[in-house]
C-alpha cells in the first residue's frame, strides 16, 4: 500500500553529478529533509564509486583485480550484493552477460585505460576474450569474499548504476522518504505516489513508423518498480563501421545483431540493469525468449533491413493493460 502523502508536504528536486553522468531525486518531503538528503546522497554514491568503479585505483574492485590467484579478497556489503545478482544473471544468460569483462573493455576502449580510434587486432581480441570467465570466480556470498582461479578484472559497469539507483532509494526509505523518484543517468526507480496520489509516470520513447510519424510513447507508472535500458549508441566509428561499446563476451567483439536498446522493468534498478545488458547481447530472438522464460517486462528495439522493430514481452503487456 502507498504511503499517505502529508498535505503540508510538496515535491521538492535535488540534482547532482556521478559516475560520469548526473543524478537527480524528486521526493516528496519538507525543506529539512532536502538538507539532509543533500548531504547524505553524495555519501551513497561515493560508496558504490570506492567500491565498484574501475576508475578508481583504490576501489574494492581495482584492487581485486590486482589481487594474486585463488586469493580471497573481503567485501562490503554492497559489492557482494551486486556480484550475487551479476553471477546469477551470468548464470541464467549462458555468460551473455559476464562481470569479467574488465580486460575486453578495457582494450576497446572503453575502461580506464582510455579511448582509441581504431579497433584492436583480431589476435589481440581472442587473447583478451579468453580472459574473460565468470565462472572462474568464486563468491563465498556467506563470508562475503572473492576470489579467481585465473586471470580476469571485474567490470560491473553493466549493473552497478542499476544498483546505485537501488541504494539511494533504499537511503531515502531509511530517512522516512517514502514517495520519491530516483534517476540516475536514465535509470529510474519509483517510490510511493505523488502528494496527489498519482505515480510517477516515465515515457518509454518508440521509433518513427513508416510514415516518418513516431509511435506515441509507452507510459509506465513506477509504483515500487524501476526501469533500466541498455543502448548501443555509445562507442567509435571507423569508414563505414560503427563499434558499439556494448560487447559480446563470448565472441570480444561489439554486438552487430541489430539491436538499438533494451528495457526492463524490475522492483530492482540493479536487476533490470543487469538484465538490460544480457538482453542486448542476447539479440532479438534469444533476447526476447530469454524475457519470456524468467518473466521480465520487457521492450526490445533493433533494426530489421532499413526498420526498425520492436517486440515487447507478455510480463510487460499485462502490465500496461
Known sequence: MPHAVPSAERIR????????????????????????????????????????????????????????????????????????????????????????????VDLWGFGPSGARALPPSPDEIDRRRQECGWRRLDLDARARRLRRSSYEPLDLCGIAKGFAVDLVAETLRGLGIHNALVEIGGELRGLGVKPDGSPWWVEIDRPARPTDKAAEPILVALHQLAIATSGCERGFTRGADHFSHTLDPRTGWPITNGMMTATVLHPSCMEADGYATALMVLGPDAGVDFAVKHQLAALILFRHGDAVMERTTPALDAMLA
Not at 516528496?28 to 539532509?36: D, I, L, N, R, Y
Not at 554514491?45 to 567500491?51: D, K, M, N, S, T
Not at 551486486?82 to 552477460?97: K, T
Request: net charge negative.
Open 13 to 104: 528536486d535535488l540534482a547532482g553529478t556521478t559516475m560520469g553522468t548526473t543524478w537527480s531525486v524528486r521526493f516528496v518531503g519538507s525543506s529539512a529533509s532536502a538538507q539532509t538528503l543533500h548531504r547524505m546522497i553524495p555519501l551513497a554514491l561515493e560508496r558504490v564509486i570506492a567500491q565498484m568503479s574501475p576508475w578508481e585505483d583504490q576501489s574494492d574492485i581495482s584492487r581485486f583485480n590486482r589481487l594474486a590467484l585463488n586469493q580471497w579478497q573481503d567485501l562490503p556489503p554492497e559489492f557482494s550484493r551486486v556480484m550475487v545478482s551479476a553471477l546469477r544473471i551470468a548464470a541464467e544468460s549462458d555468460g551473455a552477460y559476464d562481470p569479467t569483462m574488465g580486460a575486453l
